[in-house]
């Protein structure tokens, strides 16, 4: 199987959907990571649960969460984690997102 790696970026995209649901209480910002964890141990254990879009990318909204989506990608080498986004973002926004971190920006 190929490694994960996280494109840069991906880390500050986690911490903002964690803080958006942490300041309703410390909790809610719990649960939320639980969520999440839940959803990378699913892509993990099968990563064609969610099918690709036709720009390439898999977009897995976090349950109970949806308004955040984990979006992931297949490269030669490696699975890149693009990015945690809020789902209800203009598609082209999030798309020129991942794009710009698919190549190594931020």
Do not use: C
């Amino acid at each position: 199987m190929k490694p994960f790696r996280e494109a840069e970026g991906y880390a500050g995209d986690l911490q903002t959907a964690y803080d958006y649901y942490r300041n309703y209480s410390a909790r809610a910002g719990t649960r939320f990571l639980h969520a999440y964890l839940a959803e990378i141990a699913a892509i993990t254990a099968n990563l064609q649960v969610i099918h690709v879009s036709r720009h390439g990318w898999r977009q897995l909204p976090i349950r109970r969460y949806p308004r955040y989506a984990i979006f992931y990608k297949e490269l030669p080498d490696f699975w890149l984690l693009g990015g945690i986004v809020p789902a209800m973002r203009d598609p082209d926004q999030i798309l020129v997102k991942l794009l710009i971190r698919e190549l190594g920006g931020d």
